[in-house]
């Protein structure tokens, strides 16, 4: 078995090159490194990168982090000196998660909550402090959300009322917010216990095109499920009080912004939220879709916009009423003109595919606005352009299912554009949705070969 060291042992090394043999800090620890590996020692667990002062072999991050306590515990003002050291603190911890937890290690996280909670008490706080401080609790947070505990979530209430003109405080908590729902569900729902919902509800307001963005972001974090280590979370729950209290603003915000990013931030976070049919309808009611047809008209060439905003479209139309009102309210030359754009793009090809899947099932009126627009040879010609792509060949083949399963007078049109060749050779380059070609071809009135799954003997004739 390989002989190990601790992090404290290297640097003690190294730090005794520097000060005893005047070496730099490079040559300190290249020969700290080669002394150990002589020995057989493995330094895979060593951060061999870290900076270290020249004069006390010392490495950056531990000094740095030992004079910002040191600054709390004296009650200093040197105010320039202590931003210089958050500085440093942000640099080294956006180095690698190794920095990071080893700052971790070294408290620097308990000694950033007690100076924020310093700042915050005094009659003016300093911004200028709070702003370099939120900065390097957010590096040391990044992928370390194990960190953020109680008197952190009681600082971040602090900062959310903190009625301050500087905007950036503002977005530095969100921004920490976020990085703490990250893969840690006991983060989410501990925030969720929180006002901070109704304390950021007031925030969303017109011509904050930043706050808006990191705003959504928080929303849309705190319903992840991405945390491994809990069996069920709370994802649905989060969702619905989030959308009770931030849904219907969210949709009175579309109109006022024209920033491709923040209405697909917008877009997202609504389709996100709208994960109950009485939501959906309290989205169309709000007149939501009249926004998203209206936004998807006016930015055709955007493509993250348009893909969000399909995206929400298939979502709001999981409620039957909601989709008959995406069709009636003219969506159809909408997704054409889209298809037609981005032909080449097999991002927004794929989702607008998957639309017409969902908007056309069981609905032989909605199959029949699409086919009026001329689709039908749009989405040959987008299965053309794509034969590789695994997911556009198989949203094409459930569209061309839905469009012709209850319309048969559509199928000879859809045979004259060549559709019955590319869904054969799709078949072919992506046996894992061979059925669902198979489908399609069926419906169409192909000749397909429809494997028996199970040709066995039953043991007792059943009774006619």
């Keep these: 078995m390989a002989k190990v060291i601790s992090q404290d042992t290297f640097d003690d090394v190294v730090k005794e090159n520097v000060v005893e043999f005047s070496m730099t800090p490079s040559e300190a620890k290249e020969e700290t490194i080669k002394q150990f590996e002589a020995q057989g020692i493995n330094l895979a667990n060593i951060i061999k990168d870290l900076s270290v002062n020249p004069q006390t072999g010392q490495p950056v991050i531990n000094e740095t982090v030992d004079k910002i306590k040191e600054h709390i515990g004296q009650k200093l003002e040197e105010t320039k000196v202590l931003l210089e050291q958050l500085a440093t603190l942000d640099a080294e911890c956006k180095k690698s998660l190794a920095h990071r937890v080893l700052a971790g290690k070294n408290g ?63 977005l530095l908590t969100l921004q920490w917010l976020q990085k703490a729902c990250i893969m840690h569900e006991m ?17 969303l307001a017109k011509g904050k095109d930043r706050l808006v963005r990191e705003l959504t972001a928080v929303f849309r ?58 939501l959906c309808t309290a989205i169309d009611e709000a007149g939501g879709l009249r926004s998203v047809f209206e936004i998807m008209s006016l930015n055709l060439d955007e493509v993250r916009l348009n893909r969000e905003a399909l995206k929400l479209l298939r979502a709001l139309a999981g409620h039957d009423s909601v989709k008959s009102h995406i069709v009636q309210q003219g969506v159809a030359p909408i ?37 009026d627009t001329g689709i039908a040879e749009v989405i040959v010609e987008a299965l053309r352009a794509h034969p590789k792509h695994k997911i556009v060949q198989r949203n094409g083949a459930w569209a061309i299912r839905n469009m012709v399963s209850r319309s048969r007078n559509q199928c000879e049109t859809w045979i004259s554009f060549g559709v019955e060749d590319l869904l054969n050779l799709a078949m072919k380059e992506h046996p894992s949705v061979e ?29 006619a």
């Design 108 to 170: 620097a996280h308990d000694a950033l909550i007690t100076l924020l909670e310093e700042t915050l008490s005094a009659d003016s706080p300093d911004e200028s402090v709070l702003n370099k401080s939120l900065e390097a609790v957010n590096s040391l947070t990044h992928k370390q959300p194990d960190l953020f505990d109680a008197e952190a979530m009681a600082v971040v209430l602090k900062l959310l009322a903190l009625k301050v003109e500087n905007e950036e405080v503002t």
């Design 187 to 203: 983060n989410r729902q501990n925030i969720m216990n929180t006002p901070a919902l109704k304390l950021m509800k007031p925030l």
């Design 221 to 278: 974090f705190l319903v992840l499920d991405d945390d491994i280590r809990v069996e069920f979370g709370c994802a649905h729950e989060h969702a619905r009080q989030i959308a009770g209290e931030v849904l219907i603003p969210l949709v009175e915000l579309l109109p006022a912004y024209q920033d491709p990013n923040v209405l697909a931030d917008l877009l997202l976070t609504i389709g996100t939220l709208a994960v109950r049919q009485e």
């Design 335 to 371: 997704i054409k003109q889209l298809l037609e754009t981005h032909q080449a793009n097999e991002n927004i090809v794929a989702a607008a595919l998957a639309c017409v899947t969902t908007l056309t099932l069981r609905v032989q009126e909605h199959s029949a606005a699409f086919f």
């Design 435 to 463: 059925q669902d070609i198979k489908a399609a071809l069926r419906d169409l009135g192909c000749s397909v070969h429809l494997r028996e799954e199970w040709t066995g003997t039953a043991e007792k004739k059943i009774a």
